[in-house]
């Protein structure tokens, strides 16, 4: 008996070391995937959905600082695409609470945004943002001006030796420098790094980001060190990542559809503050490269902040709708870790 239990052991073990990588992806993803049904038939509504304009006051964030540009900043292009996705929510969504980090030109840093976002109880975090990149410096010549130098000759030899100093006048390139612009468009979605789970957790346990005006909540008793804490914090945790994922691709698919770039949906290798410190499912969008002609434009522009605000009013109401709606067994949402490009 006691050969045969080994026997089973040893090639229990050998068939776990060889299916390693499926039975991780098993207890990573579908057994939760499982377990996440019982939230799903649960059917959880969407009562609160929180709008960051990016930046802020004295964070201006990124601004176009090529030749030619508008000079926009992006705290205005966040905060005007903000207040019409925020107008266009109220007016889609009417019994759904939109709340605003900001709707004026304060100061406001990621922390007190994060925290905006988890005193009120968002159900859905979404960032307005717009891209930059590091620019080339070019130069051109604007003109010429003279300049005057002079040529030393020594002539005759010994005490006769004689110093001949001649003048000369030469033209000289004036040059002037400039930033250009990149040739980079398009919007891209972020969502928070799954391999960085752990902040997300901490996120949620963090006293100070969850209650810290409700000092009477009854969760204050949860005990974080339990087991039962733990399992369901990392539940919780891949939930928001599924679905911060299917709400990015979602804006994405509006983007597109409008006929812009799409530049798919994208995680940070270092993370995202404030998508890690947010205790809901997250997404960031750049909604466009403040350092492109075409973009900075599009930008500043009322049709384009209008035409950016309802894509991802529309993804936002189709995204509710789907989780709103139970759905049957075999219609589970695919965990999609990589990302596009
Ligand atoms: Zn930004």
Redesign the pocket.
Known sequence: MRDMDQKKNSSIKMLVTKYFSKILIIVLFILPAISLKTYSQQAKKIRTIIVDA??GGADA??HGEYEGSLRSQ?KNI?LAIANKLVEELKRQLPGTNIIPTRTSDITQTVREKARLANENHGDLFVCI??DAVALKTGSRIIGYRNETYTTTKWIGKGKRKKKIVTPHTRQVAIREYFKIPTTRKGTSTLIFTAQRTNEKIKALESSDLLFETEQNDSSLNINYDSPEWKANALLYTQNYFRKSYKLASAVQQEIANTGREDLGVWQRQKGIWVLQATQMPAILIETGFIANPEDERYLNSEKGQQEIAESIARALKKYKEQVETPKPASASVEINTTTSK
């Open positions: 990016g930046h964030g990124a992006e966040t943002h717009a």
